[in-house]
């Protein structure tokens, strides 16, 4: 069984500096975790964070959809898992932008909680570097 992580998070912003946001490794740095990400099809990466005592602190993954501004795909591999994570984004009303983020491919509800916690908070940390 497949589990699945879907959620929404409104910025008030342009749509294209959301996606500069998820797509140049600088700007992901300051938001998620050093990488070497390139918004290109096929490219392979890393995210790199401080190891802990259960975790390695490396994320890897793989491009798989780039439609800018709208649309990033890519997988996200640790822990014995492989996922896919998705980001639609949408201009809303009032100069809003929503990003809603798909990931699938979670084992169990625990690994879809990390994540909800994961993303939540370093979607708030999104926040404050649009808001730069």
């Not at 879907?6 to 342009?14: K, V």
């Not at 996922?83 to 509800?109: C, M, P, R, Y």
Request: glycine letters at 10%.
């Amino acid at each position: 069984m497949s589990l699945t992580l879907s959620l929404d998070f409104q910025y008030t912003s342009s749509i294209e500096k959301v996606w500069s946001a998820l797509t140049e490794s600088g700007k992901l740095a300051q938001w998620v975790m050093d990488n070497d990400f390139k918004p290109v099809e096929g490219h392979q990466f890393q995210f790199r964070t401080q190891p802990t005592e259960w975790w390695d602190g490396v994320i890897t993954g793989e491009v798989l959809v780039v439609d800018a501004p709208t649309r990033l795909s890519y997988t996200w591999a640790s822990g014995g898992e492989k996922h896919t994570v998705t980001w639609t984004l949408e201009a809303i009303a009032d100069g809003k932008v929503n990003l809603h983020l798909e990931q699938v491919g979670f084992s169990n509800a625990q690994g879809v909680q990390g994540a909800k916690y994961g993303w939540s908070k370093w979607c708030g940390e999104l926040e404050k570097l649009l808001a730069q």
